[in-house]
């Protein structure tokens, strides 16, 4: 009785597991997300929660959505595809150009489904008129068949993005080959067919009488040739025909000649069969004007084109400008006429100066142009009056009228010291102004700040552009020298004025030149140019 009770007691007891283990597997269950299943577990332990096929999570507390197509659309759906992510699932669709084997729209790959290119060449006339397709893989292009040609765009085109067409050629009307006329015309464009016939007074020599149009818009040359009835037309030395027909013929000068006499015009004489031929002349055209160039910097020299003693009018225009004064301009005009064939004209061109000169020949509406520098000239002295002073700060006087050269010349004026021989070279480039050397500038004034008149007192102890005009000495005997210089560049013109004497004691002057020499005394006016100094000696 003891062990039946125990058995009772084990049986009883294993009924209540199995109770709560059922119960435990229910509660499972119960938990899992909506997007997940409930499933047994593989050791046959209880239930599991698992997140339902395109989710992912921990089967109970959350499933979200997995993007299948974040690993490439290459390695999930194949090649030339492209992958849409869905809420729990995801479907592939072919990139344009290509098409699926299954013919749907979208696909799973599982079942073997890849997408195709598609021939588009296939489909008539997709690329328009004229056009050749070309399938490439995925897409296509199209090229202009012979014959046409694109517009709009180049080539290859796409007819879907690009606006390009292609249009057939067009010769337009066919050229009439000499002495014939057209007797009929199938089309202008590529292809079309023109046929010629001698023009009536005019018979067939040789030659095919027909052209085509060509893939290039343009017309084979008919070989055709036709004469006239006088035979064929006169040809004369250096002529074109400008008109004919069966019995005359109007000739001109070819480019580059022309005729000044004779008729231009060659008839048919019917009765002897030949040509009475025109008796123009035709000669070479030279320029009304040539070999223009400048002489001595103020000449212009030029020879001249024209009809035997006809008169010619030329009008000469000169425009100087400087370098060194952009305000400065010089322009001039002349008229002039002339019957020669080499003509001259001299200008007053202004030195230091850059020139343009245009000739123009007024009948022949012909202008020629030349260029020239003028170079630096000898500025003038001004006038002065020589005069002798006993007082050590004399004041000299001069009379000047304005230079063009103004603002590149200056005036020096020099103190010549008299003791012993003295040489003063005009043409020195540079001179010291040390007192105690021979001959010193006291002072440097520049024309462009002077006037008409000028006064000047020597040794007043002013500055006058960097020299000091020191005070002479009581007692001793100098001359008062005044050199006007133009300087430009590296070039420098100067001419010297004997102006003053400041009297000590009795000196002699003697002037010497290779232009001229003259002998003054103590009361003298002197100016001199060229290779010049001065000689001085006590007497």
């Not at 197509?69 to 995801?90: A, R, V, W």
């Not at 606006?163 to 337009?172: E, I, L, M, Q, R």
């Not at 006087?397 to 008299?418: G, M």
């Not at 005044?482 to 400041?502: D, G, P």
Request: neutral net charge; contains cysteine.
């Amino acid at each position: 009785m003891k062990v039946k009770s125990g058995v009772v007691l084990l049986l009883l007891s294993a009924m209540a597991v199995t109770e709560a283990a059922a119960a435990l597997s229910l509660d499972v269950c119960l938990s899992c997300h909506a997007n997940a299943t409930c499933d047994d577990k593989s050791d046959g332990s209880g239930k599991v929660c698992n997140c339902k096929y395109g989710f992912v999570g921990n089967g109970r507390t959350f499933c979200q959505d997995k993007d299948e197509c974040q690993i490439g659309s290459l390695k999930i759906c194949g090649q030339h595809t492209t992958c849409h992510n869905t809420y729990g699932s995801y479907y592939c669709t072919c990139l344009s150009g290509y098409r699926p084997s299954n013919n749907m729209a979208t696909f799973i790959p599982n079942d073997g489904t890849n997408c195709q290119d598609i021939d588009e060449c296939q489909v008539d006339g997709v690329c328009g008129e004229g056009a050749v397709c070309k399938n490439l893989e995925g897409s296509f292009d199209c090229r202009c068949e012979t014959g046409y040609r694109v517009h709009d765009g180049a080539e290859p085109f796409h007819p879907h993005r690009d606006t390009a067409t292609c249009k057939v050629v067009d010769c337009g009307r066919p050229v009439l080959p000499e002495d014939a006329v057209l007797v009929s015309l199938t089309k202008q464009t590529f292809g079309g067919v023109a046929v010629f016939k001698c023009d009536e007074g005019f018979i067939w020599r040789r030659g095919d009488n027909s052209s085509v149009c060509g893939a290039r818009g343009q017309w084979t040359a008919p070989s055709v040739v036709c004469e006239a009835k006088c035979g064929p037309l006169p040809v004369l030395a250096h002529t074109e025909v400008v008109w004919h027909n069966r019995s005359v013929v109007i000739h001109r000068c070819v480019r580059g000649f022309h005729s000044w006499t004779g008729s231009d015009t060659s008839t048919c004489d019917g009765s002897s069969g030949g040509w009475n031929k025109a008796t123009i002349t035709c000669t070479e055209i030279k320029p009304p004007i040539s070999h223009l160039q400048v002489l001595n910097e103020r000449c212009l020299h030029w020879k001249a084109e024209k009809y035997e003693e006809a008169t010619e009018i030329y009008k000469v225009i000169f425009t100087g400008s400087r370098d060194y004064q952009t305000a400065f301009v010089d322009k001039r005009k002349r008229v002039l006429s002339s019957k020669a064939d080499r003509v001259d004209v001299c200008l007053n061109l202004l030195p230091v100066t850059n020139y343009s000169i245009s000739v123009t020949a007024t009948t022949a509406r012909f202008t020629a142009t030349v260029v020239t520098n003028t170079s630096l000239t000898v500025p003038p002295v001004p006038v002065v009056h020589y005069r002798e002073f006993e007082t050590p700060v004399p004041t000299l006087t001069l009379h000047r009228s304005a230079n063009t050269l103004d603002p590149i010349s200056v005036y020096q004026i020099f103190v010549l010291p008299v003791e012993g021989l003295l040489v003063f070279d005009c043409f020195s480039p540079t001179f010291s102004s040390d007192q105690h050397r021979t001959h010193y500038i006291t002072a440097q004034i520049q024309l462009k700040d002077v006037g008409t008149d000028m006064t000047f007192t020597v040794g007043d102890g002013r500055f006058y552009t960097g020299f000091l005009n020191e005070p002479l000495e009581n007692g001793k005997d100098y001359y008062i020298i005044l050199r006007a210089v133009s300087e430009w560049r590296k070039e420098i013109k100067s001419s010297c004025i004997l102006w003053a004497k400041v009297k000590g004691s009795s000196y002699v002057l003697t002037v010497s030149s290779l232009s001229a020499a003259a002998v003054v005394g103590l009361v003298a006016l002197v100016s001199f140019g060229g290779y010049s100094y001065f000689r001085l000696f006590k007497t």
